[in-house]
């Protein structure tokens, strides 16, 4: 549970030390959050780990927010401040509930992923998916980085290891061999990485704004099946089908979120308790193989 304490105390020691109060957030896994308010009526989105997982895991993150928006685009937040030990944000606005901000969503997003290709799969460096490392070595085959870098990589996680078992973890490793005769060849594009709705919000005039990204240069559909497969609102319902037909999607798209989506799922597990049914889907998915 968050501590509004914990958030102000490291507030002060970053140097913010008009705050009225604060208020926790809620809706992330991995962090606690909250929202700062100061004297002159300014709110702040404030995040911190009680233990942080690495020294730079609130700076990549902060890096992330930047390049979507300058390399693709994509509305994110001002960054504050980012420290080892506090991430200081622009607060944003609560999505709106209606089909039109889905709408221009998925137009803003193909553009995104459209503009941003990239000859090679990978980052310059690490960054973070919640409390693990993203590993972002540079790779020219899609195929090869998306197994080595997505998929097999969580295998040395212990929870991971123990929920798929000897057999989930052969046919993991199997269905990472056949991924060219499953998945289409695609160029790399910037991902967002972590983009499920609750990451997704709005700017003060109603346009979606992005927070808590991973980002990596990889496959456009990263971002795609982690909206699909997690509970986007009734109103997303459109996003889908707008999106595939402005990026030119082959018919099958659906069909390859639940093996693309693997990724997270296998990440979940590695992290959380319980895991919301992430072990459950994720041997379901790699039965077939």
Request: charged share 25%.
């Amino acid at each position: 549970m968050t501590q509004p304490s914990l958030l102000l105390d490291r507030l002060r020691a970053a140097g913010i030390t008009d705050v009225v109060s604060v208020e926790t957030a809620s809706g992330g896994l991995a962090a606690d959050a909250g929202l700062a308010h100061l004297n002159n009526g300014t709110t702040l989105f404030v995040k911190t780990f009680p233990d942080p997982p690495g020294d730079d895991a609130f700076a990549t993150e902060a890096e992330g927010l930047e390049v979507l928006r300058a390399r693709g685009g994509i509305a994110t937040p001002e960054v504050i401040v980012a420290t080892r030990d506090l991430l200081v944000l622009e607060s944003l606005a609560p999505r709106p509930q209606d089909e039109r901000f889905w709408a221009d969503f998925a137009h803003a997003l193909a553009r995104h992923h459209t503009v941003t290709r990239h000859d090679r799969f990978g980052w310059h460096r690490d960054n973070w998916l919640g409390r693990r490392r993203q590993h972002n070595a540079w790779s020219d085959d899609g195929f090869a980085f998306f197994a080595e870098r997505r998929l097999l990589r969580w295998l040395d996680e212990p929870k991971v290891f123990a929920a798929l078992g000897k057999a989930g973890r052969a046919q993991l490793e199997r269905l990472c061999a056949r991924l060219p005769e499953i998945l289409p060849d695609a160029p790399a594009c910037l991902v967002h990485g972590d983009l499920w709705a609750y990451n997704v919000m709005a700017t003060a005039d109603g346009a979606a704004a992005l927070i808590d990204p991973a980002v990596s240069y990889t496959w456009a559909e990263v971002d795609l099946a982690h909206l699909w497969t997690t509970a986007p609102p009734a109103e997303a319902a459109g996003f889908f089908d707008l999106y595939a037909e402005l990026t030119g999607l082959d018919r099958a798209w659906r069909e390859r979120m639940p093996v693309i989506q693997l990724r997270q799922h296998l990440a979940v597990i590695a992290q959380f308790e319980p895991d919301w049914g992430a072990a459950a889907i994720a041997r379901e998915t790699l039965a077939r193989f």
